[in-house]
C-alpha cells in the first residue's frame, strides 16, 4: 500500500510569489491534516480535512489555505509568502474507521515539502 | 490550550544501552491519547507508540516502552537495547478525545554512539 505522498519534495520561492502544495493520502484515507515545521516554532497545525470539508484550523494567517477534492487529494496554498514561512511542511492521514476519534485512528505522515522562501 | 514539554533538547546513549526521553503535558482533559513520533534524517514522521489515557496499563512495543503518569502529566520513552537506526528526534504528542489534531513538543534529538 502506498504511503502519503507530497510533491513537490523541494521548492524555492521569493518574497510575495505564491506556492501550491500537494498531499495524496494513503488510499481510502478520507482525512488529511497539515502541519508546519519550523526550528523556532517546531510542529505547528495548520489544517484538517475530512470529506472535502475543513473541520479545523490552526492559528495561521489567512495567507494560508487549503481545499480537499472529492478523491481525498489535498492541497495548501500560501500566498504573499514572507521569509518566515519557510518550513517543512508535512500532511498526513489517517483512516475514516468508526474509531475515528479514537486512539485506534493513527496519523500517517508524509515526508514533506520543503519550502525555502528568498 | 494544551501543551506538551520535551525539556531535553538532546540526548546521547552507547549502542545497546537504555535511554529514557522524558515528555510532560498539560491538560484539563480527561480523555485524550499521547503518541511518540520518531523523525529520522528522512524526514518522514513514523509513529513509535501510543498510550490511551484511560489504560492504566503503559504501552509497550518491541523495544519501546513508556511510563505514563496520569496526575503527574508525565509521559516518558524508555528505549531498550539501542541500536544505531534508532538516531533520530523523537517527538511527544497529545490529542485530546473527539480532535484529530496534534499538540506536539519541541523534540529531542537522539544520538547513538557506536
Known amino acids: 500500500k502506498a504511503g502519503v505522498t507530497q510533491t513537490p519534495r523541494y521548492l524555492i520561492k521569493t518574497r510575495g510569489q505564491q506556492v501550491t502544495l500537494s498531499c495524496s493520502p494513503i488510499?481510502?484515507?478520507?482525512?488529511v491534516s497539515w502541519y508546519q515545521q519550523t526550528p523556532g516554532q517546531g510542529l505547528q497545525f495548520l489544517f484538517e480535512y475530512f470529506s472535502e470539508t475543513q473541520r479545523n484550523k490552526g492559528n495561521f494567517p489567512g495567507r494560508f489555505s487549503g481545499r480537499q477534492f472529492s478523491n481525498s487529494r489535498s492541497e495548501m496554498n500560501v500566498s504573499t509568502l514572507e521569509l518566515g514561512d519557510s518550513a517543512l511542511y508535512l500532511c498526513a492521514s489517517s483512516p475514516s474507521t468508526r474509531e475515528f476519534y479514537s486512539g485506534a485512528n493513527v496519523l500517517t505522515f508524509g515526508a514533506g515539502s520543503r519550502l525555502t522562501v528568498l | 490550550a494544551q501543551t506538551v514539554t520535551q525539556s531535553q533538547p538532546e540526548m546521547s546513549v552507547q549502542e545497546a544501552e537504555t535511554v529514557t526521553l522524558s515528555c510532560t503535558y498539560d491538560?484539563?482533559?480527561?480523555?485524550?491519547?499521547l503518541f511518540w513520533y520518531k523523525q529520522p534524517p528522512s524526514r518522514q514522521m513514523i509513529l513509535v507508540i501510543r498510550?490511551?489515557?484511560?489504560?492504566?496499563q503503559n504501552a509497550t512495543e518491541n523495544r519501546f516502552s513508556v511510563n505514563f503518569q496520569k496526575a503527574a502529566k508525565s509521559f516518558s520513552l524508555k528505549i531498550s537495547d539501542s541500536q544505531l537506526g534508532d538516531a533520530a528526534m523523537y517527538f511527544c504528542a497529545y490529542r485530546k478525545q473527539g480532535a484529530q489534531k496534534l499538540v506536539f513538543g519541541q523534540g529531542t534529538r537522539l544520538t547513538i554512539n557506536p
Open positions: 491538560t484539563s482533559e480527561s480523555d485524550y491519547y
Open positions: 498510550q490511551e489515557a484511560y489504560k492504566q
Open positions: 488510499s481510502g484515507h478520507r482525512s
